[in-house]
């Protein structure tokens, strides 16, 4: 099996973390998204992903793409240990912590947004960094206030689950651009345990064979 992405990538996280949680053996395939003029944009890469993104599975002679496709496709492959719940209102409550962040909070805040801001409507470095600070902090107001209810050492309870597997990767990039997080008490708690969990330290973008 061969994953395709880029240490920093936030979809690509999110995928390493499902496949070391589940001890899925890989082979990690670097996309450089800068470098040439990215990688994304090659012949080669565009033939296997003609969206220009990471990350991309091959699994045999089955390619996918698209992060949570691939994290429900291991799940339904290699379904031990679970990222689910066994309860439908729970699952269906982890799956929309989920898509919370991987479709309404890193959409607007990715490189190829990044990338428009400045190249094509000139947009100026701190320009971008309020872009990017607004709409994360609006997102992520929004997840503290749903996740208290349900969380326990993670998102949801005491085990690990799909919704965690989106947020950690998140929250590195929050980091990265300066989000002040002090006030997302139950976020920053789930985060520590997060950190100490072997799978997310394995996935970590400065443990990939790529990270520069």
């Not at 090659?42 to 994290?71: C, M, R, W």
């Not at 400045?118 to 872009?131: H, I, M, R, Y």
């Not at 006030?183 to 996935?203: D, Q």
Request: proline letters at 4%.
């Amino acid at each position: 099996m061969q994953l395709y992405g880029y240490w920093r990538s936030s979809a690509a996280y999110r995928v390493r973390i499902a496949m070391h949680i589940k001890a899925i053996e890989f082979d990690s395939i670097a996309v450089h998204l800068v470098k040439n003029g990215g990688e994304q944009h090659s012949d080669d890469y565009v033939a296997l992903n003609p969206t220009h993104l990471v990350p991309t599975l091959v699994d045999g002679e089955f390619k996918l793409n698209q992060s949570l496709a691939i994290i429900d496709y291991l799940e339904a492959k290699y379904p031990t240990p679970s990222i689910y719940a066994d309860d439908v209102e729970q699952n269906a409550k982890i799956k929309a912590l989920a898509f919370d962040i991987a479709c309404e909070v890193h959409p607007v805040n990715n490189l190829r947004v990044q990338q428009y801001l400045t190249q094509e409507l000139a947009v100026g470095e701190q320009q971008k960094s309020d872009w990017v600070n607004h709409w994360m902090t609006i997102g992520l107001s929004a997840f503290e206030q749903q996740v208290i209810d349900c969380a326990g050492k993670y998102c949801f309870g005491d085990k690990v689950s799909l919704a965690d597997i989106c947020l950690i990767p998140q929250l590195y990039n929050a980091k990265r651009f300066g989000v002040d997080l002090t006030s997302y008490k139950t976020i920053g708690r789930i985060m520590a345990n997060c950190e100490k969990h072997p799978a997310f330290i394995a996935a970590l973008p400065e443990n990939q064979p790529d990270a520069q």
